[in-house]
């Protein structure tokens, strides 16, 4: 990777992160997800980046916003947000030439126990998987440590939606499920630039589509979190792109 790329997208990435950091503040009981994409709008412009999902594969929105069962890419609409739901936020934007991802996801007020710890736990497992990105290590060591810390603390992982390598394009090869064996897929070699996104489930990890053609929502109605950074492998420890 050139010089010049890793300072586009550290720089890109540190202004995602930021604009996370702000909607996740501005985020209030009564507020419509649609408020919180044109929020979204708005910070790209001020930030001076683009919106990366905003008409990929016709994507109406610039921004995903999922809520309690619904895991990953859920459209902005009218629907108003109340206490104790579950908000999973997944942006991606591009900034000089190459795109960075990220996911937050957190509760408005208060949740039961167990909903707090699936967060807990589903960020925790992405700091493990970003941990295995090392040169030498292979893609399924990845998935692997996700899936082995997910499923020992009493939770599952979403098998059909999987991360993904970025750069120039916003999804490249190779995908990066969040299950595996150790020493199965690629080796991840210097310069590699990845989005690692555990999707964890309270209850079990089978989704269906919506019939909006873009929202997964689990299959028994339970809970849901993501979090996701985009890292850059380095030839000591990952750098974190999107804080």
Not at 91 to 117: C, M, N, W
Request: hydrophobic share 35%; net charge negative.
């Amino acid at each position: 990777m050139s010089f010049d790329k890793l300072e586009s997208m550290e720089r890109g990435g540190g202004i995602l992160g930021q604009i996370l950091r702000d909607l996740k503040t501005k985020t209030t009981v009564g507020m419509t997800t649609k408020n919180l994409d044109d929020m979204t709008r708005r910070l790209c412009l001020k930030y001076g980046v683009k919106p990366s999902f905003l008409g990929y594969q016709n994507y109406p929105a610039a921004i995903c916003v999922s809520i309690n069962d619904e895991v990953v890419h859920g459209i902005p609409n009218e629907r108003q947000l109340v206490n104790g739901d579950i908000i999973s936020l997944d942006l991606g934007v591009y900034f000089q030439g190459y795109h960075t991802d990220a996911a937050i996801t957190f509760s408005l007020g208060e949740v039961p126990l167990q909903t707090k710890r699936l967060l807990e736990i589903t960020k925790e497992a992405l700091m493990i998987g970003i941990n295995e990105a090392i040169v030498g290590n292979t893609i399924g060591d990845i998935g692997f440590a996700i899936q082995n810390y997910t499923e020992k603390n009493g939770f599952n992982v979403v098998r059909s939606l999987v991360g993904h390598s970025i750069s120039k394009n916003i999804h490249e090869d190779p995908l990066i499920p969040n299950f595996g064996q150790r020493g199965s897929g690629q080796l991840i070699k210097e310069g590699m630039t990845l989005a690692i996104e555990p999707m964890v489930t309270m209850g079990e990890y089978d989704v269906y589509q919506d019939d909006d053609g873009w929202t997964y929502k689990t299959s028994d109605g339970s809970i849901a979190a993501h979090f996701e950074h985009t890292i850059y492998v380095t030839d000591k420890k990952p750098l974190i792109l999107t804080k």
